[in-house]
């Protein structure tokens, strides 16, 4: 399993930016997939992902009505794309993914609380990709 992260950059207060995350060596379907992000001193944290299960889309509270992901499957591509960018965003993004029907769970180091029961890790991330949003 492979993922490659693209398009962190620093933006300003209230400007956008596009993730993209190519996907490969698994198949989409079997995947949950998604972002979570870690700013300096804090613990990694989830962002928003898309469940194999249902398909649905999920997000933070913090950035709910902000931040739209999509995925093509045909592609193995997965964005996010993030509007209204606030300087508390500033964070390295990763993309990952995991065969669990959400990637919903609480982050304590490099330990992921799965859905279906304990902290393991979370089966594949991405190299990450830095987000710095000025004031």
């Known amino acids: 399993v492979q993922l490659v992260e693209s398009g962190g950059g620093m933006v300003q207060t209230g400007g956008s930016l596009r993730l993209s995350c190519a996907a490969s060596g698994f198949s989409f379907n079997d995947y949950s997939i998604g972002w979570f992000r870690q700013a300096p001193g804090k613990e990694r944290e989830g962002v928003s992902f898309?469940?194999?299960?249902?398909?649905?889309?999920y997000y933070a509270d913090s950035v709910k009505g902000r931040f739209t992901i999509s995925s093509d499957k045909s592609k193995k591509m997965v964005w996010l794309q993030m509007h209204n960018l606030k300087p508390e965003d500033t964070a390295v993004y990763y993309c990952?993914?995991?065969?669990?029907?959400?990637?919903?769970?609480?982050?304590?180091?490099?330990?992921?609380?799965?859905?279906?029961?304990?902290?393991?890790?979370?089966?594949?991330w991405g190299q990450g990709t830095l987000v710095t949003v000025s004031s």
């Open positions: 990952a993914a995991d065969r669990s029907s959400t990637l919903g769970g609480e982050m304590r180091g490099s330990s992921w609380y799965a859905a279906e029961g304990g902290w393991r890790s979370l089966e594949a």
């Open positions: 898309i469940s194999r299960y249902d398909g649905n889309t």
